[in-house]
């Protein structure tokens, strides 16, 4: 079957608009229960002849912090289980917080392929300062892209299927 994708991060990062960029139409929807982080969306992408299935595995908005940190940690480990790359997604506007942070920590001991995508880069030239801060997740070479305005997606797509 086909490599899997999996796109963790944040509320709010931009996971779902990153994820509609790359997918196009060809979504579809796998509810468990209503409102549950296990809410997965997956859809079927191609680059460069490669076929794919990218998965987002956004949840609910948390209302503490406590429960946004349990609710990554819960995203991340059902990335760990089912991915074959992990597509870590940041936001530029935000800087590293707390939470990117604990995850960064537990992808990076999962020993999966893990990129590390900076995203709302919507001017390379505004923003590119403020990327670099982002080494210090210690999961590599942060990617600049912009989902919302389609800015860098091919350089990711690039770093996704060289690992399959
Ligand atoms: P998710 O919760 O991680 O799935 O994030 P969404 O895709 O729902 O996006 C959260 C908010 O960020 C929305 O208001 C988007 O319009 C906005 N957003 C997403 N991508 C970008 C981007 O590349 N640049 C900017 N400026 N805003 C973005
Ligand atoms: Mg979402």
Redesign the pocket.
């Known amino acids: 079957s086909k490599p899997i994708v999996a796109i963790v991060?944040?509320?709010?990062?931009?996971?779902?608009?990153?994820f509609n960029a790359i997918a196009g139409s060809r979504i579809s929807i796998v509810k468990d229960t209503p409102g549950v982080t296990r809410d997965r969306i997956y859809a079927d992408a191609e680059w460069v002849n490669k076929n794919f299935t990218m998965i987002?595995t956004?949840g609910i908005e948390p209302d503490s912090a406590d429960i946004l940190l349990s609710q990554m940690r819960e995203q991340a480990q059902i990335a760990i289980d089912t991915a074959d790359v992990i597509v870590f997604?940041t936001d530029v506007?935000q800087g590293v917080t707390d939470a990117d942070l604990k995850v960064a920590d537990m992808l990076r001991r999962s020993h999966k392929p893990v990129l590390l995508v900076v995203?709302?880069v919507?001017s390379f030239e505004k923003f590119m300062p403020d990327v670099y801060e982002f080494y210090n997740l210690g999961i590599g070479e942060p990617i600049p892209?912009?989902?919302?305005?389609k800015l860098g997606l091919g350089d990711l797509l690039d770093e996704v299927v060289k690992n399959f």
């Open positions: 991060g944040r509320p709010n990062v931009g996971k779902s608009t990153l987002d956004g997604i506007r995203n709302k919507d892209v912009s989902g919302a305005s």
